[in-house]
């Protein structure tokens, strides 16, 4: 596996070497690079990014963590696979928590907090189909300014934990043509409005039907 290409793509080391490593794997893991079931060796990634085991170790051990990757005593590390049964239970759990922390977030939402919305949308729609990780990068901040106000760590936390779950299983289908990124982006402006006009029941369905639309776009390949 060429994890030199993945670390191209995510840019200089900046910062802590572990934090560096643990975002090359965790854009292999969610591109689909880095496959489930896939083992990673410590050994090839220390030498494919010119690093030692520690930082690598620790980088593994977190996304342990967020359920990326399974470390196995005595045999290693690989990346986990999902059923699409488990794919459908993260969705909802998604759904869930999005909608509470929006129910709690929306109405102290600020004048800048619209205009940084409404730039995060000029800037998807300006965004080309190609650049699938900007279209991720930007779908992440448009959700996280929404729920900003909810001051829920735990929540953020389990929804950080989700979202590479079930990204890495939807983003080719759900970024990756027009159509599907002219609807996402048309959903994110309603939700905005609704929230803008105080509406705010209307737009904590329109977030749950936008996370849960998104069950269309499971692999037909997936068991």
Not at 104 to 127: G, H, I, W, Y
Request: glycine content about 4%; hydrophobic content about 40%.
């Amino acid at each position: 596996m060429d994890y030199k290409a993945i670390a191209e793509q995510v840019g200089p080391r900046v910062g802590a070497t572990q934090e560096w490593i643990f975002h090359v794997l965790r854009e292999g893991i969610i591109s689909g690079r880095l496959p489930g079931g896939m083992q990673l060796k410590q050994d090839e990634i220390s030498a494919a990014l010119n690093v030692s085991h520690i930082p690598v170790r620790e980088a593994l051990r977190r996304l342990e963590a967020q359920g990326l990757v399974r470390i196995h005593p005595n045999r290693g590390a690989a990346v986990t696979e999902l059923t699409r049964s488990e794919l459908l239970d993260m969705m909802e759990v998604r759904a869930t928590l999005s909608v509470m922390m929006l129910r709690n977030s929306a109405p102290m939402l600020t004048k800048a907090d619209f205009d940084a919305l409404e730039e995060v949308v000029r800037q998807q729609r300006e965004t080309t189909v190609e650049d699938i990780v900007r279209s991720e990068e930007l779908n992440y901040k448009f959700h996280e300014i929404l729920t900003s106000h909810a001051a829920n760590s735990m929540a953020n936390f389990l929804l950080e934990l989700v979202h590479a779950n079930i990204d890495r299983y939807l983003r080719a289908s759900f970024y990756g043509t027009p159509l599907t990124r002219e609807v996402s982006i048309n959903q994110h402006e309603a939700i905005m409005l609704a929230c803008r006009e105080g509406d705010f029941e209307s737009a904590c369905n329109l977030l749950r039907d936008h996370i849960l639309n998104a069950k269309e776009f499971i692999p037909n390949t997936m068991k």
